[in-house]
């Protein structure tokens, strides 16, 4: 664990030169999805349990929507610059770089585009290079705050523990993104209005009932952290 920045937590990995870091990143991603909704399953049916016999009081009630946590994941990496960094009154062992900004808007993504975990093409191509575990679906291009450039960004899911319908469903939703980044704004309404994923109501929304600007490129570029 590098940091606690907040209610945030950076965890590094492959400081053993472990090559299977990304694989590792992605197996913690999904361990702390699964981890933080057994916990609010857990306080649902506390919730019944005492409303079977009371309601709650307003300071029980805000406890509960507090614990109800939901927490997205952001995945990037390549070089950066891993050590002691500090003063004499203070030191840490942590990491500095672009992609440990990348990492946090990837994690800042999470919420719009209501995805538990969101990595870079970085980690795809790291994690496919070793393991088939992940498929990996590709939900946008976009250049982050302080970037120049547009990253593809992708949602890696274990198909043998998802849903059955799931990667039907992405599929639907990657053939609305080609129609998207080619300026064929009313086809892509159409499937993604057809996909059924919460995630493309982003690009709904995005897109409105107008066509694409003129100098459209395919790339959404974010204004905020």
């Not at 090559?19 to 049916?45: C, Y």
């Not at 672009?98 to 969101?118: F, K, M, Q, W």
């Not at 949602?155 to 043998?160: A, K």
Request: neutral net charge; charged residues 25%; hydrophobic residues 35%.
């Amino acid at each position: 664990i590098g940091s606690i920045i907040g209610d945030a937590i950076l965890a590094i990995y492959g400081t053993n030169a472990s090559r299977k870091k990304s694989l590792e990143a992605v197996d913690s991603a999904w361990n702390i999805t699964k981890l933080t909704a057994l916990l609010r399953n857990k306080m649902i049916l506390r919730r019944k349990e005492i409303e079977k016999q009371r309601t709650l009081t307003v300071a029980e009630e805000n406890v509960y929507k507090a614990v109800l946590i939901d927490v997205g994941v952001g995945i990037d990496g390549g070089n950066v610059f891993y050590g002691n960094i500090g003063s004499n009154e203070h030191m840490t062992n942590t990491v500095i770089g672009d992609n440990v900004n990348s990492a946090s808007r990837l994690e800042g993504l999470t919420r719009i585009y209501h995805l538990p975990v969101i990595c870079s093409e970085y980690v795809k191509e790291e994690v496919e290079s070793i393991s088939n575990k992940y498929t990996f679906f590709e939900i946008d291009t976009v250049q982050v705050k302080g970037k120049t450039e547009g990253k593809k960004i992708f949602f890696p899911v274990n198909m043998e523990e998802s849903e059955q319908n799931l990667s039907s469903k992405f599929n639907l939703f990657e053939k609305a993104l080609s129609a998207y980044y080619s300026g064929n704004w009313n086809e892509a309404r159409k499937i993604f209005n057809d996909c059924g994923l919460e995630t493309a109501r982003v690009f709904l929304e995005r897109m409105g009932n107008s066509k694409p600007p003129a100098d459209w490129m395919g790339i959404w570029t974010m204004t905020t952290k």
